[in-house]
Structures are given as structure tokens and as C-alpha cells.
């Protein structure tokens, strides 16, 4: 498996071409997109060319935003965007976890104030499945070529320190391998295996993306062991009826 950078993509603004701009990239340092290419996508850029990019001297801050600002150390107007973008807070207390508007479960929900001018947040993509199949799409019309698109995010996770890549977004690929009946090494019967390709995919884009100044919004990777097919990152998330944690 060969994880390949995309530099040279400029600062990604509000209505940039975005799949343009990758395929420039690829062009530009003689990466040849092909079949069964995977492009993992930071959310960052993904936010900024949709516009989902908020100016926090724009927001005016409920007495809620300013009462939870305190205690969690965020400015009272990014605590109110964080507000807006959360269905359900789940828990609080270095940091807020949210049940986003999208069913994810994650810190902030997902509003970030990395990899963007100061004074300013990101907030994930609407439609983060929807923003992935665009992005396939065009590649695709452009190359000819069959690809998979993964649209990440970098969560911390429960019991583990350290961020990872995580999928949110996801196109061509599908979403869960299950492997209930296969035999492992030794002839046992496995009885309740499922992988998740996509996660691990964007968590192995993550180690080359970085999360500074590396200035890598996205990689291609190539020889990866997935399964081409119509997936999405909703399939990802585990119900709450099966979630003992929460």
C-alpha cells in the first residue's frame, strides 16, 4: 500500500473547485489516478469550499453558550457554534462530547479552530456523504477511473489517547467487511468480526496528512485491500441500542 501526499493545494476558500484542485495536485506531481485508487479528504478543506466556515465575531452568545464557556475555557462564541451544531450533548467536563446533527459522536461537535484564520471555525460538512460522492464524481468524469473518496476528521477516541482519522464522509467504498463465518488462521469460525475499511483508511491517510503545518489536506492511496461498491459513513455508526457506553 502506497500513501501518496496531494501537496501544492493552495488555502482552499468558500466556492473553490475542490476536485480540481486535487486533480491538479495529482497531475502536478506526476501521480496518475487509477482504477481502485482510494483519496482521502481532509473535512477542513472540504468545510472551506462549501462555506461552512464561520467568523466567531459574527456570533452573539446565548446565556447557555456563556455559561458553559466557563466552564469548558471556550470563547463564549465558539461555545454557541458549538451549541448550534450539537443535537445532544452526551458528556462534559475538560471537554464537551456532542451527538452531532449527523449522528456522529465526537469532541466539539466538530467544530475546530485549526488549519483556519484566527477568529474563525470550521463546522463539518452538511452532507458529508453527499460532499464525498462530488468529489468522486468529478474525478471519475475526469480520469476515467474508479476511485473511492473518504471524507475525514481527526477524534479523539474512548479508552485511547492520541487522535486518529476517522471517516465522516464516504463514496465507492463499501462502509463494513463482515467477516461472521469465515475461519481464521487456525480453522476457528469467527463469530462476530466486522472491519471497517473506511476508518482505517483515513486513519492511515491521517499519519501522512499530519495535523500542523504539514499542509496536506489529502493523499491518494493506492494498493489498498478494500471492496469497491456503494457505502456510506452512516453505516459506521453504531445505534444507540447497542452502545453500552452511552
Not at 464524481?137 to 476517522?166: N, Q
Not at 471517516?167 to 469465515?182: D, Q, R, S, T, V
Not at 469467527?190 to 483515513?202: G, M, N, Q
Request: with cysteine; net charge negative.
Amino acid at each position: 500500500m502506497r500513501i501518496l501526499p496531494l501537496k501544492e493545494i493552495p488555502f482552499v476558500e468558500e466556492g473553490d473547485d475542490l476536485p480540481e484542485l486535487i486533480l491538479q495536485s495529482a497531475e502536478f506531481q506526476g501521480v496518475p489516478v487509477e482504477d481502485e485508487d482510494v483519496f482521502v479528504i481532509a473535512q477542513t478543506v472540504v468545510s472551506k469550499s462549501e462555506g461552512n466556515v464561520i467568523k466567531l465575531d459574527n456570533i452573539e452568545p446565548s446565556e447557555r453558550a456563556r455559561e458553559l464557556s466557563s466552564k469548558m475555557e471556550e470563547p463564549p462564541s465558539k461555545m454557541e457554534v458549538i451549541l448550534r451544531e450539537t443535537e445532544e450533548i452526551l458528556r462534559m467536563d475538560h471537554v464537551l462530547i456532542a451527538l452531532t446533527k449527523h449522528g456522529f459522536v465526537c469532541a466539539n461537535a466538530g467544530v475546530d479552530a485549526s488549519n483556519v484564520e484566527a477568529g474563525y471555525v470550521t463546522i463539518l460538512p452538511e452532507k458529508p456523504d453527499k460532499s464525498a460522492e462530488r468529489i468522486r464524481e468529478r474525478i471519475e468524469e475526469a480520469t476515467d477511473a474508479k476511485v473511492a473518496v473518504i471524507i475525514s476528521d481527526s477524534w479523539g477516541r474512548p479508552f485511547r489517547l492520541g487522535a486518529v482519522g476517522f471517516a465522516i464522509g464516504l463514496a465507492g467504498m463499501k462502509a463494513l467487511n463482515c467477516l461472521k463465518g469465515k475461519k481464521d488462521a487456525y480453522g476457528n469460525e469467527l463469530k462476530t468480526t466486522v472491519t471497517a475499511p473506511p476508518d482505517s483508511i483515513a486513519a492511515a491517510g491521517s499519519l501522512v496528512m499530519g495535523e500542523s503545518d504539514e499542509k496536506t489536506p489529502g493523499v491518494i492511496i493506492k494498493d489498498v485491500p478494500f471492496e469497491l461498491g456503494e457505502g456510506s459513513a452512516d453505516e459506521l455508526l453504531r445505534p444507540p441500542e447497542s452502545d453500552l457506553f452511552r
